[in-house]
């Protein structure tokens, strides 16, 4: 092993919390490999950024199945850098990944069947070159297939030892519930749910599902807490020439960017000045700030980036006037 971690990357005790009501704990902030570890990422650029962030205490790396592109891309990038650098310290990191989008050809590659689960869980770990997962979820609801197959696929890989833990991810809060009480039914407690949250999406309050998951001992990890990129404090000056909305449209689009968006960005970076933040910080903070909220994936490009989302931690207390004036502002955007 070539490399040498930090001896302080555990030194902020404040950066791990237990994940609902369960024994593992996370780092508040975690590292998603959605972007820039696909085909065309520099490998040594992927290797600095996750080896920076295990440096940095956080150890909870998250990927999925169809990461890419092409899909597969990002778990074997990942696994390269396992094996070069992080192999003795496995102990230390907690992967996880997930199945349930469209990942290869034919009626078996996309959904929640057992089959496509199971034989997507392998081919994770072949990828990686992993024996397990630390948690293994189901991407999203798959409505033609039962919730029983989905969860007894996801029971069957703890049971055969392939993950350490099940999770789910895009359920709403009745979907969640039922999941949850099947998986109870099987001897299986489910650890976590991931959902998109952030200040300018609150689509899981008016779902309820924050209350659900504390009813149920779940966690909750928060992904596109900076709003892909809304949030970052990239787009307070302009569109840069590189940004996703321009290069691809798909998740970002200039549709986010009209005149009142920004405006409304500009105030929120406002209000993160007066808090002595900036607006990734504020945004990353805003989500955090709720305790049914283990985690936020963040994802990263350069090590800058990280280090600036990790002072989000320093400050995740607002006052009533700062929540009632990002409340209006968010509102003012959805319209």
């Not at 490999?33 to 920076?52: Q, T």
């Not at 990944?97 to 290869?104: E, I, Q, R």
């Not at 809304?230 to 691809?248: C, F, K, M, N």
Request: hydrophobic share 40%.
């Amino acid at each position: 092993m070539s490399f040498i971690p930090s001896d302080s990357r555990y030194s902020n005790s404040s950066l791990f919390v237990p994940c609902g009501a369960s024994g593992l704990r996370l780092p508040r902030i975690s590292l998603g490999l959605w972007h820039n570890f696909g085909g065309s990422a520099d490998p040594e650029k992927a290797r600095e950024i996750v080896l920076g962030a295990f440096d940095r205490g956080i150890v909870h790396f998250d990927l999925a199945n169809n990461y890419g592109p092409p899909p597969g891309e990002a778990e074997r990038t990942f696994g390269g850098i396992l094996a070069s650098d992080l192999r003795a310290l496995r102990d230390e990191l907690t992967v996880a990944t997930k199945a349930g989008y469209g990942m290869w050809e034919g009626p078996y590659g996309d959904g929640g069947s057992r089959k496509y689960l199971l034989a997507s869980l392998d081919q994770s770990l072949r990828r990686m070159g992993l024996e397990y997962v630390d948690v293994f979820y189901h991407h999203r609801p798959d409505p033609n297939t039962p919730l029983e197959e989905t969860m007894g696929a996801l029971a069957s890989a703890v049971q055969s030892g392939k993950a350490l833990y099940v999770g789910l991810s895009n359920y709403n809060a009745a979907q969640t519930r039922r999941a949850v009480a099947i998986l109870r039914e099987m001897g299986i407690r489910p650890l976590v749910h991931q959902g998109r949250y952030n200040i300018l999406d609150r689509r899981i309050e008016a779902d309820g599902l924050l209350s659900t998951l504390t009813e149920t001992g779940l966690g909750f990890v928060a992904f596109s807490p900076l709003a892909q990129g809304l949030l970052s404090g990239r787009y307070l000056e302009g569109v840069p020439a590189d940004s996703r909305a321009v290069r691809d449209g798909r998740f970002l689009s200039m549709r986010d960017l009209t005149e009142n968006h920004v405006s409304v960005l500009k105030s929120l970076a406002a209000v993160a000045e007066k808090r002595g933040q900036s607006l990734a910080q504020m945004a990353l903070a805003w989500v955090l700030k709720d305790s049914a909220v283990t985690s936020v994936i963040i994802g990263a490009s350069r090590l800058s980036q990280i280090d600036d989302n990790l002072g989000a931690v320093k400050n995740t207390n607002f006052s009533a006037e700062e929540l009632a004036e990002i409340n209006a502002l968010a509102a003012r955007y959805s319209k």
